[in-house]
């Protein structure tokens, strides 16, 4: 099995880390690797959006072709996974803030997500979510996104306050927090599973 992460900004380091301890702990032999180009992600079996910017995420992979890979992986059955800024990029429709930078989105999923939902850098936390199909988790949260609504095809994995933090669409997962800067590979192995679904 071949994951790419896409290595434009963020935690892509963590994200490679994790992917290849779920793709041992689930006895999957395979490469995980990080691209900033085209080429790549065509040719492999699922796909992962780390956090970092937005704006700037969005810029490069629409700039560089990436984007339609990603789209084409998706419509292909194949996992996709967006946390953080990756969910805004995941995202049908986004808040004011998308609309005024201008954000192109992938339009993955069937949400309405909003930036920046839980405070700036300064408010980052980490609390326990139930997550559907994982259990008990402990998530960290960095200048999160959030999901306001979701569609009828979507499935809601974990809320928090009155947001939901965690949701699937078919075999694309969008994740408002960062599973790669825990110990914890469980979210990582539910989603290398999602083409199972």
Known sequence: ?????????????????MTKKALKKLGIGGEVVATRRAGIVSKSDAVIIPGGESTTISKLIFSDGIADEIIELAESGKPVMGTCAGLILLSKYGDEQ???T???LLGLMDIWVKRNAFGRQRESFQVKL????VGSFDAVFIRAPAIKKVGENVE???TLQDYVVAAKQNNVLGLAFHPELTNDTRI???FLKLNEF
């Open 1 to 17: 099995m071949r994951v790419a992460v896409v290595g434009v900004q963020g935690d892509v380091e963590e994200h490679v880390l």
């Open 98 to 100: 998308v609309e005024r």
């Open 102 to 104: 201008g954000t192109m």
């Open 130 to 133: 139930d997550v559907k199909h």
């Open 156 to 158: 809601v994995l974990a």
């Open 188 to 190: 990582h192995e539910y």
